[in-house]
Nanobody
Framework: QGQLVESGGGLVQAGGSLRLSCVASGRTFSGYAMGWFRQAPGKEREFVSAISRSGAYTHYADSLKGRFTISRDNAKNTVYLQMNSLLPEDTAVYYC????????????????????WGQGTQVTVSS
């Protein structure tokens, strides 16, 4: 799959919104499930959301349902994470991951399942 490059992070006030993007190099993007994870200082990397190859199936961390939305545009080799109603506890470095999957409905939820990772983008939510 090659390189993953995240963007869209920044500083936002609590209650605000951000949209993260992750652009993948290569020509087989549609064969990869994609996921977003985050890591706050002193904490382990945690699952945020993931999406199947086609985008038909998604999964979210229970605590984030209703605030975050994952989507993808296979024509643009890009996966997005729309984050609304941000809270200070959402502050973290956000990473996107990719893994080649055979089953079209599969949505990987564990970081160990992902093969490729981006460099991360910092999201800081001020109170």
């Amino acid at each position: 799959q090659g390189q993953l490059v995240e963007s869209g992070g920044g500083l936002v006030q609590a209650g605000g919104s951000l949209r993260l993007s992750c652009v993948a190099s290569g020509r087989t993007f549609s064969g990869y499930a994609m996921g977003w994870f985050r890591q706050a200082p002193g904490k382990e990397r945690e699952f945020v959301s993931a999406i199947s190859r086609s985008g038909a199936y998604t999964h979210y961390a229970d605590s984030l349902k209703g605030r975050f939305t994952i989507s993808r545009d296979n024509a643009k080799n890009t996966v997005y994470l729309q984050m609304n109603s941000l809270l200070p506890e959402d502050t973290a470095v956000y990473y996107c991951g990719a893994v080649s999957v055979i089953r079209a409905s599969y949505v990987p939820r564990y970081s160990g399942e992902y093969v490729y990772w981006g460099q991360g983008t910092q999201v800081t939510v001020s109170s």
